[in-house]
């Protein structure tokens, strides 16, 4: 069956380190989409994708970047970890405009 | 760009009572607007959705309603069940056309 999963699912690390969380999804989806959910703060965006190539920042970017080298796979990288990163990432996908996000099972990072 | 306001952050009814979770945005090109349940430890998940040109939608104990003038939207839930208990996040579709940007989400408790 179909479906979009991510790993690690759980992950420490330490402050400074570059970590590198894996999405992965076999929908042929276009669109891919990486969230960080906080108490209090919902789901906020952070990089997005309509396609091979295509990157786009969201709301909470920085410290984070993507790259998408196939339809299947958006690795969100945090470059120098830091406290403040620790959270839950979701990754989610997308058929196209307007329709219905899938979100992957999510990854908890803490970065002590 | 887009920004989505959600209330209230937290709602306590008996089983058999109605729930009502009310959203607005502030971005009037924005024409999609999902609903997603999250449960505790899980990934979110997709309910119901409305688009623009559609005022009211019902799918058998839930219903969502758009005001465009108003830019708010609502859900409705009806007899609600102790199984309905979860966090809700609403959703309008961003600026960029297909980027999601949600409200911080409502914890519904729903006692028995």
């Known amino acids: 069956d179909a479906e979009i999963t991510q790993s690690p699912r759980h992950k420490i690390t330490e402050t400074g380190r570059q970590v590198t969380l894996a999405c992965h999804q076999t929908w042929n989806h276009n669109n891919m989409f990486w969230y960080r959910q906080d108490l209090g703060h919902g789901l906020r965006l952070i990089h997005y994708?309509?396609?091979?190539?295509?990157?786009n920042k969201g709301e909470v970017s920085d410290g984070y970047s993507v790259s998408r080298s196939n339809t299947e796979d958006l690795p969100l990288t945090l470059e120098s970890a830091a406290s403040s990163q620790t959270s839950v990432y979701f990754c989610a996908s997308q058929l196209g405009m307007g329709t219905e996000q899938f979100f992957g099972p999510g990854t908890r990072l803490t970065v002590l | 760009g887009e920004n989505v306001e959600q209330h209230p952050s937290t709602l306590s009814v008996q089983e058999g009572d109605s729930a009502v979770i009310k959203c607005t945005y502030s971005d009037s090109a924005s024409n999609y607007f999902p609903w997603y349940k999250q449960e505790l430890g899980k990934r979110p998940q997709l309910i119901i959705d409305i688009r623009s040109n559609v005022g009211e939608k019902k799918d058998q104990r839930i219903a969502v309603t758009l005001n465009k003038t108003a830019k708010h939207f609502s859900l409705h839930i009806t007899e609600t069940q102790p199984e309905d208990s979860a966090v809700y996040f609403c959703a309008a579709m961003g600026q960029a056309g297909t980027a999601l940007i949600f409200g911080k989400g409502t914890t519904l408790s729903v006692s028995s």
């Open positions: 994708s309509y396609g091979v190539q295509d990157t």
